[in-house]
T-cell receptor, first 113, second 113 residues
Framework: NAGVMQNPRHLVRRRGQEARLRCSPM?????VYWYRQLPEEGLKFMVY????????ESGMPKERFSAEFPKEGPSILRIQQVVRGDSAAYFC???????????FGSGTQLSVL | KQEVTQIPAALSVPEGENLVLNCSFT??????LQWFRQDPGKGLTSLLLIQSSQREQTSGRLNASLDKSSGRSTLYIAASQPGDSATYLCAVSTTGANSKLTFGKGITLSVRP
């Protein structure tokens, strides 16, 4: 049973471009969470999704950021018109049940030039 | 608003020493508490999960305790090894918070050979 898979591992974008981060949860897990880790800061919750539904997006910036978890395929975190302040490590985690143990992916390191 | 604090930010010990890592949280209405390990440039590995009704959990050389009333958890590492060098993160899931975790900033542990 493969772990949580995130790709790409590293993503470089210029200011104004779009960034798409992908996350495939563990097999059998229908709960997906996205977290962001800024330099010198702890991990911050962004969004919680179940298949085809956004359950809690209270940690996501109101503009430029969106997330989806379609019926088929990976969860996608999309950042439009990236700015330098978006540079961070973005982690995805999955769980088989609500408030269960979380299993994290290796993260995507986004660098905005 | 839940806040999680881990002090000190860094710790250096000689190999073989038993050590305790501390975590405190402000809202005692937690669902569970998890300890994670993060290696540089890598994702998070779940070490131990303690449900709110439990007092401790053990896995190998690791033992985590939970005192909800005082808002504290400790991670005890027995007979530390250089391979234990990593950042250790404490995270709590607050009741009714839709499974999202609130993380501390972590303790960076260095075990000297």
């Amino acid at each position: 049973n493969a772990g949580v898979m995130q790709n790409p591992r590293h993503l470089v974008r210029r200011r104004g471009q779009e960034a798409r981060l992908r996350c495939s949860p563990m097999k059998g897990h229908s709960h997906v969470y996205w977290y962001r880790q800024l330099p010198e800061e702890g991990l911050k919750f962004m969004v919680y999704l179940q298949k085809e539904n956004i359950i809690d997006e209270s940690g996501m910036p109101k503009e430029r950021f969106s997330a989806e978890f379609p019926k088929e395929g990976p969860s996608i975190l999309r950042i439009q018109q990236v700015v330098r302040g978006d540079s961070a490590a973005y982690f995805c985690a999955s769980s088989p049940v609500p408030q269960g143990q979380l299993f994290f992916g290796s993260g995507t390191q986004l660098s905005v030039l | 608003k839940q806040e999680v604090t881990q002090i000190p930010a860094a710790l250096s010990v000689p190999e073989g020493e038993n050590l305790v890592l501390n975590c405190s949280f402000t809202d005692s209405a937690i669902y569970n508490l998890q300890w994670f390990r993060q290696d540089p440039g890598k994702g998070l590995t779940s070490l131990l999960l303690i449900q709110s009704s439990q007092r401790e959990q053990t896995s190998g050389r690791l033992n985590a305790s939970l005192d909800k009333s005082s808002g504290r958890s400790t991670l005890y590492i027995a007979a530390s090894q250089p391979g234990d060098s990593a950042t250790y993160l404490c995270a709590v899931s607050t009741t009714g918070a839709n499974s999202k975790l609130t993380f501390g900033k972590g303790i960076t542990l260095s075990v000297r050979p």
